[in-house]
């Protein structure tokens, strides 16, 4: 069954700030970029090398998953060093290619208008979902974004190659597609998805229905 695994960015300098972000960007902070690193062995552990990597079009996502790229690229190399050592057995299997990186604009967080740039405090009720209460300041509603986060996903999900999707995208824009598939998750949801958590979702290609089955803290913390 084709996996879908939804991260979140690293941490920013805006995070920690506790400004709001929404459309506007902010520079990757070193637990950031620690963050991402820490992604990419998770994933090496798991054994899984991803057949597509897709970034939000924002820095703070495309600089995320550049890192963890460049992690994997890595990983490669030291691997085919690995084969010629005469002390390791040799590794029959051919390694995976790393994928290029791609952006879909669909994977963009909410905008919150005016209140970005703010203090977190600023935004109506909660940050990542406060309802339609940002739509007034020029924002993006709630109801809005989880539809654009499930169509753009179940886009991806049934384009070819999309065995094993790692996709970078933003806490607010995770947590509503999260949401909308809470009734069938095989795992707990009352989960805070921190920096460069990992949702890992089976899709279901006959009916376009994704199943949390696991949500991930690569740090370990």
Sequence with gaps: MPTLYLMRHGQTEFNVAGLVQGHC?????????????AARRWLAAQGIMPTRLISSPLGRARATLSLLRSELLDGMVESKGDRHDQRR??????????????????????????????PR??????????????????????AALRERMVRTLTKIMHAPGSERV?????????????????????????????????LVFDFDRKTGAFTNTGIIDPTGA
Excluded: M
């Design 25 to 37: 960007d902010s520079p990757l902070t070193e637990l950031g970029c620690a963050q991402a690193r």
């Design 89 to 118: 057995p040799a590794n029959p299997s051919t390694p995976q290619p790393v994928p290029p990186l791609e952006i879909d604009d669909g994977l963009i967080e909410r905008s919150y208008g005016s209140l970005e740039g703010g």
């Design 121 to 142: 405090d600023q935004v109506p009720s909660d940050l990542w979902d406060p309802g339609e209460g940002v739509v007034a300041f020029g924002g993006e509603g709630s």
């Design 166 to 198: 790692l996709a970078v995208s933003h806490g607010s824009a995770v947590a509503q597609f999260k949401a909308a598939w809470a009734d069938r998750a095989r795992c707990p949801q009352d989960v805070w998805i921190g920096n460069c958590f990992i």
